[in-house]
């Protein structure tokens, strides 16, 4: 009987060995710019879409544009599907990907966009404070 016992406390140790380990290598650090750029592994980077700078090829379906971070550091951005959306209105981007090259290559792309609702609570907010 002992002998099942320490075979199932192995099994389970095991078990929470191998999740932990899973579980670290999927995640995926926020870094700055100048981090992402010097990174090997799978990094989420943020910053504003650079005015002008959007472009949608749609015969190699892909999306390129550039981001800037809050010190003024900006990056080269490559998504391999068109952009879906109003991105030109997104206030923040998060890029989710690796650098290849000169170019950091996204997987994934998040869009904060502005709510519709955002100017008519700020309007109620100081209209209820006057």
Do not use: W
């Not at 949608?56 to 800037?68: P, V, Y």
């Not at 206030?91 to 966009?113: N, R, S």
């Amino acid at each position: 009987m002992k002998k099942a016992y320490l075979f199932a406390i192995g099994f389970i140790a095991l078990g929470l060995f191998m999740a932990g380990r899973a579980m670290i290598q999927t995640i995926v650090p926020y870094v700055s710019v100048a981090e992402a750029r010097e990174s090997t592994r799978k990094v989420q980077v943020k910053g504003k879409l650079v005015a002008g700078s959007l472009q949608m090829d749609a015969m190699r379906g892909e999306t390129r544009f550039l981001i800037e971070d809050a010190k003024g550091d900006r990056l080269p951005i490559v998504h391999p599907k068109l952009a879906q959306g109003n991105v030109e209105q997104a206030t923040e981007i998060v890029a989710i990907g690796q650098m290849q090259g000169k170019v950091f290559v996204a997987e994934k792309i998040l869009y904060k966009c502005p709510s519709k609702y955002q100017g008519k609570q700020m309007q109620e907010y100081q209209e209820s404070s006057q």
